[in-house]
């Protein structure tokens, strides 16, 4: 019997908890005479390769006449830059980068041999720069009554770039 019970008031309890979700359905369309606001993001340029010089993963130096190798795997920030209030996980659906805020890349960098004792190898990572901006619209009653724009960068590791210098 208490079985039965449990059952029953689990299919009782049921229809209530579709009904949050039919609401928010409803809820979707603009209130009369209460602002609203929209997103939207313009991507402005995009730069395949681009090296973040800013962040150096690691380096290493040898005696003239000899080499070194970079071989290993590096986390690095996935920057994505927001402004007007708009979240970092809508920019990033909005260009196509993941929302999540570190990728692993792998190097496997060799330098050529060294010409100088000053000489240092680096390894600096490399990915997709996208220049964006960001566009703030708020609504009143199906009218645009007030318009913001920001720019923003963000920048999508995908590999690792060495050089000798």
């Known amino acids: 019997m208490a079985r039965t019970r449990r059952w029953a008031t689990a299919l009782a309890v049921l229809p209530m908890a579709l009904i949050?979700?039919?609401?928010q359905s409803a809820a979707a369309e603009p209130i009369p005479g209460i602002p609203h606001i929209r997103y939207s993001i313009?991507?402005?340029?995009?730069?395949?390769?681009?090296?973040?010089?800013?962040?150096?993963?690691?380096?290493?130096?040898?005696?003239?006449?000899?080499t070194c190798s970079i071989s290993r795997s590096?986390?690095?920030?996935r920057t994505i830059q927001v402004n007007l209030g708009v979240s970092r996980d809508f920019v990033a659906g909005q260009i196509g980068f993941s929302k999540s805020t570190t990728a692993t890349v792998t190097s496997q960098c060799n330098s050529r041999p060294f010409t100088k004792n000053t000489q240092v190898f680096r390894?600096?990572?490399?990915?997709?720069?996208?220049?964006?901006?960001?566009?703030?619209?708020?609504?009143?009653d199906?009218?645009?009554?007030?318009?913001?724009?920001?720019?923003?960068?963000?920048?999508?590791?995908?590999?690792?770039a060495c050089t000798l210098s």
Not at 20 to 23: E, G, I, R, S
């Open 74 to 77: 590096f986390s690095v920030q």
């Open 123 to 140: 390894a600096y990572p490399i990915g997709v720069k996208k220049r964006y901006n960001i566009i703030k619209k708020t609504w009143l």
């Open 42 to 66: 313009k991507v402005t340029s995009v730069h395949n390769g681009a090296v973040n010089y800013k962040k150096m993963l690691a380096s290493c130096s040898v005696a003239v006449g000899g």
């Open 20 to 23: 949050p979700f039919t609401a």
């Open 142 to 160: 199906g009218k645009v009554i007030r318009t913001a724009t920001s720019s923003g960068e963000a920048f999508n590791p995908t590999g690792v």
